[in-house]
């Protein structure tokens, strides 16, 4: 078979266990015969951009990649061809430029290489755009199929790191890998211990995700003399982060090491427990009692090929997480014949016999691991000699090499055998509420198959100067419309109207509205075409100031015939006027929509979903009536795909929840959007309170005063929280947060109940 391995942390990129896994199952295919395919990052310390190993049975290739500094100055890296690409760069999610990248050169892979079957972490979801590209029908003709290795999902990170998901960076990472995992054709993991947890949270039936323990690559047996069994150090090896249970195990270190005074603990890691207002370093020195300090040893971070010479200094390894899936600090250490203390949080419980090959904590509190630390240092240094030999022994029949690489094969092989599936199919309205993410709905049946072409309808009031350009986008398109209107919604300029006869003279179908006509100028256009006889697959609503790209209609068209469960169609686009700026969204889906309109204005509405959303309503005003229809689309069932390619041109728009707390419109408007639909607010209230507080923290909260901030939140409250059986579920939520802002957002909750 030709494997492709996509995996971002693949070194010399930084990394953990991700990279590491992906070095050593990337050399084993490799060396039993079979031809490998990885790409990562072209980091420092990369020799070069494609690289050929195993005697030309691994082929690296290294993607152009920012770092944090340079992402921070905006700088765009030199090897970086294609605008989209250093835009995404300065997006805030910037690791997306590799999935960008990645996506491009896996098709030209498959092409060229004739890949079998591609593999890629879950982490940041570095497979997703080109997941998102084969979901629509886009790329190659041959499609194999596609798997995600299930190693640390954003969620699982956030939550056991304190984290808040709903800060809206995290939020990006969850949608990515919600969109890959749901996609792929088949997942692994490494523990039956986040399998399980991962099964229950996407919606998964039982054993349906592959268990296969990570391969030990090539670590060895490390000699020990008796001094180390008995004065050696305690040694943590992995960052110093909340996840890692590093502050359950500096507390439980510290009230243990007053009854052994010989003892010393060494910490070898990144500090990453840095806080606004305290380095990483002082906050972990703070919970040490200054009499013990010296007895503890942060080393930072180091090399990985010096890390055998401080495990041979050291007795017992720990691993205290808080959560962990199949963590290569306890297979490493195992591996070099240590005995590993570790909680119960992850898959060390199924490479630790409790007594035998190291000590498992009862409870993961700094009491638990305080506990089982105790009765390790009470274990004589013969007995944990013997202890460190057993370990290295049954670690090496988990993990062994050659084991672990007959049951990869022998699971590639079978994914190959089934062909994609998942992978061929978008998802519908991929949301976290209260519905598994794997929940299948039934696929729209369509109504009309003669149905064909897309109708274009461009609307105007005032803004026939744009008229040309946009009708000239139009004449463009490498696949022409079914049918074209302009309606002018009561223009009164003279060169408005001027613009609009020439355009009449010139063989255009326009209608001009009269004053009087409530029925929204949309409306009449789409009446008109279907009235004509024509019978478009889909329609797009232009203002006269949009601009298409010349693939827009032909592409829209292919993804609406190809997927019968996509309502709506929208892509990226180019702000007129704004250098750079390049509107990229995801694919939109509940709660966000909810919050912003995250499909383009002239993105294309199926006929069939335009029929049974009941068109464009004559009580929302034109700045925010496509939004409700796309609304009424996906709250019909419908799915909605963001085709990643720059399609069309318009203007900043401001159909957000933000922009009503930001100019102080009325609540009227935001009602009627979401009065529509109570039963869908009602089962995303909890989420969509925490995005509203997240996304005004993160824009309007940071520059406002406190009065600003109430009234805000009272604005979204009127948004939100109509119905009173929501809001006091809500308050019923939120009373179990403690922080200044919560209880402003109370106060404004209680108000609402005098309202």
């Not at 195993?54 to 905006?74: A, D, E, Q, V």
């Not at 205290?320 to 060390?348: D, I, K, Q, T």
């Not at 240094?381 to 049951?407: F, V, W």
């Not at 947060?737 to 309202?755: D, E, P």
């Amino acid at each position: 078979m030709k494997h492709l391995i996509v995996c971002s942390e693949y070194p010399p990129a930084p990394g953990g266990g991700i990279g590491t896994y992906g070095v050593h199952i990337a050399r084993l295919l490799a060396e039993k015969g079979e031809t490998v395919h990885v790409i990562g990052k072209f980091y420092e310390g990369s020799n070069r951009q494609t690289e050929e190993q195993c005697n030309g049975r691994l082929i690296i290739h290294r993607l152009p990649y920012m770092n944090c500094k340079s992402f921070m100055t905006h700088e765009s890296n030199s090897l970086i061809k294609f605008k989209k690409v250093n835009h995404l760069f300065k997006w805030s999610l910037h690791s997306q430029s590799f999935s960008w990248q990645a996506s491009l050169l896996t098709e030209k892979l498959i092409e060229q290489e004739g890949i079998d079957i591609i593999e890629s972490q879950d982490y940041e979801a570095p497979l997703y755009f080109f997941q998102l590209r084969r979901a629509m029908g886009l790329g190659p003709k041959r499609r194999p199929p596609c798997f995600i290795h299930l190693h640390s999902p954003i969620e699982f990170i956030t939550q056991h790191n304190d984290w808040d998901i709903y800060s809206p960076s995290l939020l990006e990472i969850k949608r990515l890998e919600d969109f890959s995992i749901t996609t792929a054709d088949a997942l692994l993991c490494p523990s039956r211990y986040l399998a399980n947890q991962a099964e229950e949270h996407y919606g998964l039936q039982a054993g349906s995700i592959r268990v296969i323990p990570l391969p030990i690559g090539d670590n060895p047996i490390l000699e020990r003399n008796k001094d180390t069994w008995e004065y050696g150090k305690i040694c943590y090896m992995g960052r110093l982060e909340r996840r890692k249970g590093i502050i359950e195990w500096i507390d439980a270190a510290a009230g243990v090491a007053h009854k052994y005074p010989d003892v010393h603990f060494e910490f070898i890691g990144a500090n990453i427990l840095a806080t606004k207002n305290m380095s990483g370093e002082d906050f972990v020195m703070r919970r040490i009692p200054d009499e013990l300090k010296t007895r503890f040893h942060f080393l930072g971070h180091q090399e990985r090929s010096l890390l055998p010479q401080f495990l041979a200094k050291a007795r017992i390894a720990v691993v205290p997480s808080r959560w962990e899936n199949f963590p290569y600090s306890c297979v490493e250490a195992m591996c070099s014949g240590l005995p590993v203390l570790a909680s119960r949080e992850g898959g060390m419980v199924e490479m630790i016999e409790d007594g035998k090959t190291g000590w498992l904590a009862k409870k993961t509190e700094n009491n638990g691991l305080a506990e089982a630390l105790e009765r390790a240092l009470e274990t004589p240094p013969k007995k944990i000699a013997e202890m460190g030999s057993n370990a290295s022994a049954s670690i090496r029949q988990m993990c062994d090499n050659k084991k672990i690489l007959e049951r990869h094969l022998d699971f590639r092989s079978q994914i190959v055998n089934q062909g994609p599936k998942q992978s061929l199919n978008l998802p519908v309205n991929l949301s976290w509420s209260t519905r598994p993410l794997y929940e299948r709905q039934t696929h729209k049946v369509l109504q009309n198959n003669s149905e064909k072409g897309i109708a274009i309808v461009v609307t105007c009031f005032n803004t026939a100067q744009f008229l040309t350009e946009c009708l000239q986008s139009i004449e463009q398109q490498t696949q022409k419309p079914a049918a074209v209107i302009i309606v002018d919604d009561r223009s009164t300029q003279n060169q408005a109207l001027k613009t609009l006869a020439i355009a009449q003279q010139g063989g255009w179908h326009v209608i001009l509205k009269k004053n009087g006509d409530v029925t929204p100028a949309k409306n009449t256009g789409i009446e008109a075409i279907l009235n004509s006889g024509t019978k478009p697959l889909g329609f797009s609503f232009l203002n006269a100031h949009d601009r298409l790209k010349p693939n827009f209609i032909a592409t829209c068209e292919s993804i609406l015939k190809r997927s019968p469960e996509v309502g709506l169609v929208s892509c990226w686009a180019q702000y007129i006027g704004v250098k750079d700026k390049i509107l990229t969204n995801f694919c939109p889906s509940f709660p966000y929509q909810w919050l912003s309109n995250e499909a383009i204005p002239f993105g294309v509405v199926r006929t069939q979903s335009l029929r049974e959303a009941g068109y464009f309503r004559s009580t929302i005003s034109e700045e925010y009536d496509t939004w409700d229809l796309f609304n009424a689309v996906m709250a019909a069932g419908w799915a909605a795909a963001t085709i990643p390619e720059i399609l069309g041109e318009l203007r900043q728009r401001k159909e957000s929840t933000l922009h009503f707390a930001n100019t102080g419109v009325c609540g009227r408007t935001q009602r009627k959007l979401f009065e529509r639909f109570p039963d869908l607010i009602n089962r995303d209230a909890k989420e969509i309170a925490l995005l509203a507080q997240a996304y005004m923290a993160n824009s309007v909260i940071a520059n406002s005063t406190q009065n600003k901030l109430f009234q805000c939140i009272l604005e979204h409250m009127l948004l939100y929280f109509f119905h009173k059986e929501t809001l006091r579920k809500a308050l019923l939520f939120f009373k179990k947060v403690k922080n200044k802002t919560t209880r402003i957002f109370l106060s404004g909750c209680q108000i609402l109940f005098l309202i």
